[in-house]
């Protein structure tokens, strides 16, 4: 009977996480453990990246799924646009577990920190892709258990010295396309990526200075380990 319901669960989790309606919709994938080769067109000639990134658990649970939310990855609450131009409020009535619930996004996921040129001040990507912690599961082809993850966002900014040269800060304000009403702050007080093989930073968010929502060690990579997100935060649907 146990095994029945696993199988129920998984075919649950695999039609909501693999919808193919038109609307983007969170996908189920396993994240790589490692730097993975980006696919391009290798006639054109681009300068070297400077990528860094891990895996992460998160310090404060409230705004992380805030900040998920602000970014559409979930969320139980909405507003559609009606044939007539007006907007309509919705909440959608889930279980504990469901993939539309931040809840079910909470506690880890991995952060990635691409600089374009060695030096600072110069634009930086940052992408975040929320890991799963709900109860649906998803199995890889021999059978063992993969973990699920959801569609990556990713912000381009600058990131600026700070502490005579010693650190540096991104500053993500919604203006950068993040929605939402709080800026995303990143920042390594003592380390930067002109210098150093890791990063210490942490990543502030909310009101006024913003509270921890991550607190990691980065490793820099010889390329991503996570391909560039596909769509925008407006372009997400939760």
């Given at each position: 009977?146990?095994?029945?319901i696993n199988f129920i669960a998984l075919i649950f989790s695999i039609g909501f996480l693999l919808s193919c309606?038109?609307?983007?919709?969170?996908?189920a994938g396993q994240l790589p453990q490692g730097p993975v080769q980006v696919v391009g067109d290798p006639s054109i000639n681009t300068a070297p990246r400077y990528v860094y990134g891990n895996h992460f658990k998160v310090y404060s649970t409230n705004q992380y799924k805030t900040l998920l939310e602000s970014c559409r990855r979930c969320g139980v609450k909405r507003l559609l646009q009606g044939p007539f131009g007006q907007t309509q409020y919705q909440r959608i009535w889930t279980s504990y577990g469901d993939p539309k619930r931040c809840d079910s996004w909470s506690s880890q996921g991995y952060v990635q920190i691409e600089f374009v040129d060695n030096k600072?001040?110069?634009t930086a990507k940052f992408l975040i892709q929320p890991k799963y912690n709900g109860y649906l599961k998803s199995y890889n082809l021999d059978g063992s258990q993969a973990d699920i993850w959801g569609e990556p966002f990713?912000?381009?900014a600058e990131a600026r010295a700070i502490n005579e040269n010693k650190g540096f800060e991104i500053l993500v304000s919604p203006a950068d396309g993040f929605l939402g009403v709080?800026?995303?702050?990143?920042?390594?007080?003592?380390t930067n990526h002109v210098k150093d093989s890791k990063l210490e930073v942490e990543i502030n968010y909310g009101e006024s200075?913003?509270?921890t929502v991550i607190s990691q060690t980065l490793d820099k990579l010889s390329k991503r380990a996570v391909q560039p997100a596909r769509f925008k935060c407006s372009q997400y649907t939760n």
């Open positions: 009977m146990k095994s029945k309606d038109k609307s983007p919709a969170i996908v600072l001040p110069t990713e912000i381009t709080y800026s995303i702050v990143i920042k390594s007080e003592y200075d913003g509270y």
